[in-house]
């Protein structure tokens, strides 16, 4: 797990990290997950292929893929959003892209935030779907700008 140090945070904090951990451990086919707030800064993430003989990350930046799962996710949050005001379509609850060797999901979360999972071809994009919104409907309340503000904080600090 990337995300900060349980030490000396708020229990809400380290709530949101449990729930982070508990997606990615009992979801088959997630490859990584991220909490990005609604100015694109990374607040939580997962370490993907943590434990995997073959880890698949040769991405490069301060938090390897999960430094780039958090720019994806916000790119396609900002671009759906700006469609969906384009298309009088009200606001955006969930974006998937399909690809030949995986899956990219982004889900609003109630306060402007956004989480993304990125997954396997081979998931059940319905489970994926589903934990996401349970992963929102707890967070959403917990993910207050204090909150958001303690996990920015500890994520700079994480080396």
């Known amino acids: 797990m990337t ?4 030490y000396g945070l708020s229990t809400q904090a380290r709530n949101l990290q449990w729930l982070l951990t508990d997606l990615v451990e009992e979801v088959p086919g997630v490859n990584s ?3 990005v707030s609604s100015d694109g800064l990374l607040l ?6 943590a434990g995997e003989p073959q880890a698949r990350s040769t991405t490069k930046g301060p938090r390897g893929a ?7 996710v916000s790119g396609l949050g900002s671009l759906t959003t700006g469609a969906a005001a384009l298309m009088d379509g009200g606001s955006v609850k969930q974006t998937m892209v399909a690809m030949e060797h995986g899956s990219v999901f982004v889900m609003a979360i109630s306060d402007g935030s956004l989480l993304g999972v990125h997954a396997t071809p081979d998931c059940d ?3 994926v779907a589903y934990h996401m919104a349970l992963f929102v409907g707890r967070a959403g309340h917990v993910l207050t700008p204090e909150v958001r503000s303690e996990l920015r904080q500890s994520m700079e600090k994480t080396p």
């Open 3 to 6: 995300a900060p140090s349980t």
């Open 33 to 35: 997950v991220a909490v």
């Open 44 to 49: 939580l993430s997962s370490d993907p292929g």
């Open 66 to 72: 999960s430094a780039d799962l958090a720019t994806i």
């Open 125 to 127: 994009m319905s489970v």
